[in-house]
């Protein structure tokens, strides 16, 4: 039962183009929702997030997009950069600020940014 | 000057073994996780620990048993190995339990089970 979707395993860019990497959910319950990014033979590292409250969260070159109707998020990165080239988890989870904290993540997508 | 760090890299191992990966984080954080990525890549939580006291437990086997011995350590120890056990473990830290988006995770855990 995956509630949370990355249905694109991979992704090609060019190197000062922008990247767009998406993310679908299904349980409604969820209302913050996070990015991590992945190199090899490293642990995922936090990369942006939202609330369900927002429905834009920009920080440079990165900003995520949600869309709660169609239970849809999206980071777009600007102008995109070869050491951008990673695995980008999406994440969700139902307790902003609450106790005992669990994340949600998505299957990733891998992210090839071209020189 | 590692954050959070785990050992050992990389862990090969015969079935029925019992084995161990242990977990320290220098970051002061009261709250630590062992997360699991399976050969479908999907990172799942097993455990967090808050001030060395359980707080989730997602269905787990009993063959896997977490250990705080402090709130900077948290091992993993895994009875009577499956091939179903082969996977790469992540242990993480948080401030505290409500501040997940401050997950710090460590480099991983490459287990395989022959």
């Known amino acids: 039962d995956q509630q949370v979707k990355q249905n694109s395993p991979s992704l090609s860019v060019q190197e000062g183009r922008i990247s767009i990497l998406n993310c679908d959910y299904t349980?409604?319950?969820?209302?913050?929702f996070l990015w991590y990014k992945k190199y090899p033979a490293e642990g995922p590292t936090f990369l942006i997030s939202?609330?369900?409250?927002?429905d834009k969260n920009e920080d440079g070159r990165f900003t995520v997009f949600l869309n709660k109707s169609a239970k849809h998020l999206s980071l777009h990165i600007v102008p995109s950069q070869p050491g951008d080239s990673a695995v980008y988890f999406c994440?969700?989870?139902?307790?902003?600020?609450?106790?005992?904290?669990?994340?949600?993540f998505g299957k990733g997508t891998l992210l090839t940014v071209n020189p | 000057d590692t954050a959070v760090s785990q050992t050992p890299k990389y862990l090969v191992t015969q079935m029925g073994n019992d084995k161990s990966i242990k977990c320290e984080q220098n970051?002061?954080?009261?709250?630590m996780y062992w997360y699991k990525q399976d050969s479908k890549k999907f990172l799942k939580i097993m455990f967090s620990?808050?001030?060395?006291?359980?707080?989730i437990n997602e269905t787990v086997p009993n063959r896997f048993s977490p250990k705080s011995p402090d709130k900077a350590h948290l091992n993993l120890h895994i009875n009577s190995l499956e091939l179903g056990d082969s996977a790469v473990y992540f242990c993480?830290?948080?401030?505290?339990?409500?501040?997940?988006?401050?997950?710090?995770f460590g480099s991983g855990t490459q287990l395989s089970v022959l």
């Open positions: 620990y808050n001030n060395k006291e359980l707080i």
């Open positions: 970051l002061g954080h009261d709250t």
């Open positions: 994440a969700a989870s139902g307790n902003s600020g609450g106790s005992n904290y669990k994340l949600t």
């Open positions: 939202i609330s369900s409250i927002k």
């Open positions: 349980n409604s319950m969820f209302d913050y």
């Open positions: 993480a830290s948080s401030q505290g339990p409500g501040d997940g988006e401050k997950l710090f």
